[in-house]
């Protein structure tokens, strides 16, 4: 393997754009002499980079210059004829220069922060949100939020001392029982709420980035190759590799039992459990807890993204199910004429944006029922 392919697999390797045949490809050269994965590892450490970005930002390069020039001229007066001086400390500062500034870049590259993209959709969602109402919090700032944690919240959720001392200026947003809410945090990751969830996080990072959830939240996390993202749960962190990811710590309804889980759309993530077991997920799977077993399983991001874009996704999910999410979401109470009718299922799409009424008309339509509104009631009746 030729030093060129070699660097170009390095590069790939530091920004994490190394494909499957690539990443072995770059092992293979690894393994070839053990000297190479320390160098490996120096690459991957963005503390050891900035550590020899330091080092090597104090070279006086004006007086290397000067001392290389003095050396090489010395050399040349002894070995050639007048006239002759070839500029070999050209060449010389050149390379000190190279050496600095490739050093510069590698640094730059590594702190450098990337907010990520959101798409047309999204905003779209932020703002009918907005319009319909269906945007609220409460929202707590200062020290006040770390003054009303308790010591045994501190430990539920992993609270060390470096994250508590960037708590001293915090901000608490918990959505109302039928609301949603988007923040955008200082480094530029866009969080989605759902409904009855907590956020608590820095008003400003530090070297790390670390928040609480407690409820539901899509993550669409900005890149910093300097500072991991973690999210602290009551059942586990989940740390940051990637860019969109789906936490749920509330344990769900009796059809599924799960106390929690995760759901990885884009990028890397890796859930490191209270027993300090860590598993790592992939593009279109999710981890789920049930009983503090942790399971894996492929499955289909498309209700998670579209549910960030403002639309209940339901795939095969009985009318109970279904519309215990609908009365949250509207803020109404459900009766079932026969208990019988809330074990049919439904499959479809439908705007969590738009007036009541065309959803509960989708729905009877192919669930064969009638719905009506009484008294912020939603009573369900088999069709006649």
């Not at 944690?149 to 915090?170: C, G, I, K, P, W």
């Not at 998670?304 to 639309?311: L, Q, S, T």
């Not at 109404?332 to 074990?343: A, I, W």
């Amino acid at each position: 393997m030729n030093n060129r392919r070699i660097s170009d697999l390095l590069y790939k390797y530091t920004i994490n754009a190394l494909n499957d045949d690539e990443r072995r490809e770059l092992d293979a050269w690894v393994a070839a002499r053990p000297d190479r994965q320390s160098y490996l590892q120096m690459l991957s450490s963005p503390q050891s980079l900035q550590d020899d970005y330091r080092r090597r930002k104090s070279i006086d390069v004006q007086k290397a210059i000067r001392e290389m020039e003095a050396r090489i001229g010395k050399t040349e007066k002894a070995s050639r004829p007048s006239g002759s001086r070839f500029p070999f400390f050209r060449i010389a500062a050149v390379l000190v220069l190279l050496l600095v500034g490739g050093t510069f870049w590698y640094h730059r590259e590594q702190t450098r922060v990337t907010p990520p993209e959101i798409s047309e959709e999204v905003q779209l969602a932020m703002e009918q949100s907005r319009k319909m109402g269906k945007s609220g919090a409460e929202v707590l700032s200062g020290k006040a939020v770390k003054e009303v944690m308790s010591t045994e919240e501190r430990a539920l959720y992993h609270v060390d001392d470096n994250f508590a001392e960037q708590l001293e200026e915090a901000r608490r947003i918990t959505t109302y029982q039928n609301k949603e809410y988007w923040v955008t945090l200082e480094d530029g990751t866009l969080v989605h709420l759902n409904y009855n969830s907590r956020l608590i996080y820095p008003e400003k990072f530090g070297d790390r980035r670390d928040v609480i959830l407690d409820g539901e939240a899509y993550f669409m996390v900005a890149k910093d190759k300097s500072r991991q993202f973690v999210v602290h749960t009551p059942q586990g962190d989940v740390k940051v590799y990637g860019t969109e990811f789906v936490v749920n710590t509330r344990k769900s309804d009796a059809e599924d039992h799960k106390d929690m889980y995760v759901v990885l759309v884009k990028g890397s993530v890796g859930f490191t459990a209270n027993d300090g077991r860590e598993q790592m997920l992939t593009p279109g799977q999710e981890l789920s807890m049930v009983h503090s077993q942790l399971t894996v399983t492929d499955i289909d991001t498309a209700p998670f993204v579209a549910w960030n874009e403002g639309e209940f996704v339901f795939n095969n999910w009985s009318l109970e199910r279904i519309m215990s999410v609908i009365s949250r979401w509207y803020g109404l109470k459900v009766e079932f004429s026969n208990s019988s009718l809330g074990g049919r299922k439904f499959s479809g799409s439908l705007s969590r944006y738009e007036d009541i009424k065309p959803t509960i008309e989708t729905i009877e339509t192919v669930t064969g029922t009638t719905i009506t509104i009484n008294h912020q009631t939603l009573n369900i009746y088999q069709n006649k």
